[in-house]
């Protein structure tokens, strides 16, 4: 039996249509999702739930969000807790991958929205524990 906490993860984004698909995804798949609609929600969610002793496992932000965007929301992820892996969504995943950003700390760039087999994939290399 694995750790409920290694089942927590965080969902970031400005698109209700897109967090609302990945919530029930990610739900089908046994995990317990929180879902953010801004990065500043991200950040402060993920502040309590390290302050309360109950850590995300992954957090899954998109890149272009008004106010508060998605490299900010890594970079003060990875600032609060740099073992944490982070999955980036993007429409603008080529010109990403370009080098751009290159040295934003994530574990993956995934294209917006992302296909399910490439979802499981990225959540399986950052929580490389078997999730029963």
């Not at 919530?23 to 302050?51: H, M, P």
């Not at 990403?96 to 294209?111: Q, R, Y």
């Amino acid at each position: 039996m694995s750790d409920p906490l290694s089942k927590k993860i965080l969902v970031v984004d400005d698109d209700p249509l897109i967090t609302k698909a990945l919530n029930q995804i990610l739900e089908t798949e046994g995990y317990a999702v929180s879902v953010a609609s801004s990065g500043r929600a991200a950040i402060d969610a993920f502040q309590k739930a390290l302050q309360d002793g109950a850590p995300f496992a992954v957090v899954i932000t998109d890149l272009g969000m008004p106010g508060v965007d998605g490299r900010q929301v890594v970079n003060a992820v990875k600032a609060l807790s740099p073992a944490t892996p982070v999955i980036l969504l993007t429409g603008w995943g080529q010109w990403f991958k370009e080098g751009t950003d290159a040295s934003l700390p994530v574990n993956h760039v995934l294209a917006k929205p992302p296909g399910l087999a490439e979802l499981r994939r990225a959540l399986a290399e950052c929580l490389p524990e078997k999730i029963v």
